[in-house]
C-alpha cells in the first residue's frame, strides 16, 4: 500500500487498517509509523490538529481512500515510540459538526435532498454524488424539514435520506455518495469455508421484533371526523371511554409491519418527529431493515479482493446452517496490511436490511 | 423546546389558517398560529411571539405572543386592536385603535368612557310615555280651540321605534 500526505508520499509506516461500513458517511484509518523530523511530509501528519490529508493507494496506483487525519496518538518512552495516527474520509467532518450558524435557518421549505445536501456540504468542499438507482428520491421536492440545532449535519441529512430509503455512504474520492445497494446485481464473491479463513454467523435477536409500529402526531390537515374512527362520539360521560380502551383511534398516524422471521410475540414502537408527510409504513419497514443487521456473518480473508461495501456476496457454509447458496450485501470491510500479511475482513447481513422488503430465511 | 422571536407577517391557507412568518433563534421559521377557541386575530409585525416545537419537527406553533398596552387591573379583561406606525424618523409606534374593557367595577366599556350606551326598553318607554304625553297635550289643544269656535283637526303621534331593536344583542 502506499500513502500520500497533503500530496507527498510518506514512506515509512508500520502498520496500515482501513475500515468501511455502508451507511456511515466515513471510513476509517488507523496507521502505525515512527516520527523523524526530517523526512519530507512527516511534519505535516505528525502535528496533531494538522488535519492532514491522507490518500491511499494500491500497491498498483490505484486509488483505495482519500482521508483526513484527526487523531494523533503517542507515548513518551526512553525509546521512540511509534505514533497511532488515525482518521476518516473527508465526509467524516459532517457527523462531527452541526449546521454552522451563518447557514440559518434550520427550517427548508420547498426543497429536496439533493438541494438541501449540496448547501450544507458547501463550506467543507465536499461534492455530492447521487447515483441514478435513487436519483427520483433525491429530487422530490420536499414541502417542509427543520433540522435540530445540536444535531450533526449527517443525521440531519441521514434522517431526511432514510426516510426516502436513501443509503448515504462516501466514496474513494471523499465525496458523500447517496445510492441504495443493487440487490439484483450480478454477486462479486462467493464465500465457501473453502475460501475464507474464518466465517462467523452473529445473530442478536435481543433487537428484533416480530410487530414493529411507527407513530407520529396528526397531520393537521386531517379530517376531524376522521380521527375518532369507530368509537362512539356521543359519549355521556368521561367513564364512556373506557369501553374504547385498546383501540387504535386516528388521532395519530400509524402502521406496523411484521418480521416473519421472528416467530414470537416480540413487539415494539417508534414516534416518529421528522418530515410530518413521511408515510409511517415506509418508516416501519426501515426499521425492520435496520433490525435485520442484528443477523451478519463476519468473514476473514488472507488476502483482498477486489469488492466493496453494497456489493453481493454469495455465501453457503453448512456449519453455520446455511446449505443453500444465499445472497447477501456486503455491510462493512476491514483491509489491513503490515510486515507480514495483507489481510481483508467484512461483514455481511441480509438483503431486506436495504430494500425494506419482507425478510427470507436464510438458514437450512 | 418553547423560544422566543420576532412576529415578521403571516398568510390564510385554503383551509383557514393562519400560518405565521416568524424570526426565531434558528432563523426565519413558519409556524401555525395558535389561539383560544373562536378567536381570529392577528399581530402586527414586530411583536414577540413564543414560538414552541411539537410532536412532528415539521410542525412548530405559535402558542401566543407578548402583548404591549396592558393596563387591565386585577380580575379585568381587554380586548384591544392595534395599528402599527412606521414615523418617518424610523421608529416605531403600536397606537391602539379601539378596545372592549369588562372592568371590575362592573362596567364595560366600548371605546371609550367618556359617554354612555342606551337600553332600548327604558327609551322606548319613556318615548312612548312622551308620545301619549304630546297626544293629550294635542287633545286639549283640540278642546280649547273648539271652545273658542276654531277648528283643529287633531292628528295623534305615533312612534314605534321596535326596528331599531337588535334582538341579537342583549343587555342587562
Redesign the interface.
Known sequence: MKVKVNGVYFLYFNEVVISSTLDTVASTFSILARWDPDVPGHNELFTPLSYASVVFYSDEDKLIATMTAVRWTVKATAEPGLWQISGYSKPGVLDDCQIPYNM????S?KKSLKQITERLLAPFGLKLVVYAIVEKECNQII????A??EETIKNYICSIANQKNVVVSHDIYGNLIMFRPDVKSKPKLKLTPENTITMELDVDGTDIHSHITTL??Q???DNPDEAFGNININVKSFDDFDQDRGQTFKVSSTDTVRNPLVKVFRPTVD???????YDTNRAALNMRGVELKNIRIDFTLNRWEPISIGDIIEVTNPLLNINNTVKMVLESTTINESGESKTMSGALVLLETFTGDEPQNIFG | MITLSKYFSSLIDTTGRRLLKVLGLYGAATADNCAPFGDDSCPVKGMDAIYSTTGSDELPIVIGYINFNQVAAAGEKRLFSLKRVDNEDGSVTYVESFYTWHKNDGTYELGGNVDNSVRYSPLNSALVSQKNDINNELTKIQAALSSLGGTYARAPIAIDISDAKIEEIKTL
Do not use: A
Not at chain 1, 271 to 277: D, G, N, P
Open positions: 440559518y435557518p434550520l427550517e421549505n414541502e417542509k424539514t427543520v435540530k440545532p407520529r402526531q397531520s393537521r390537515g414516534k416518529l418527529t421528522r418530515l410530518s408527510f
